[in-house]
């Protein structure tokens, strides 16, 4: 999976969120930690976000898969690091059902 691609739907889909709530959408860059900088998104949206990127993706994520929040730190992820999250998820899911399919 292309990281590139990755970040690129990411932020089309936190645009399209903050759009549809009618909220604030900062500039978005690599830096940006939604789940601290963008108002109101917040764990109530992080799954349909998830689901959201999984589908611009053609991929599934798992929806008990937080990839805004460090599941062992608590702290809000870049978008560069969701975006690496996303891409080491997809391949171990990808490889499992390679695996499952063998």
């Known amino acids: 999976m292309d990281p590139t691609d ?13 759009t549809i709530s009618q909220e604030a959408c900062p500039t978005l860059d ?5 789940a601290e ?7 109530k949206v992080w799954p349909v976000a998830a689901g ?3 589908a611009a993706l053609s991929k599934e994520i798992p929806p ?3 990839i805004f929040v460090d599941d062992t730190t608590k702290q ?3 978008i560069a690091q969701t975006v690496q ?8 899911l990808d490889t499992q059902a390679a695996a499952a399919a063998a």
């Open 64 to 66: 008990d898969v937080n």
């Open 76 to 78: 809000a992820l870049t």
């Open 52 to 54: 959201m990127l999984g």
């Open 6 to 18: 990755v970040q690129k739907h990411l932020m089309d889909v936190l645009t399209t969120i903050q």
């Open 30 to 34: 690599p830096t940006v930690r939604p």
């Open 37 to 43: 900088d963008l108002p109101k998104f917040n764990s």
């Open 85 to 92: 999250l996303v891409c080491t998820l997809v391949k171990q």
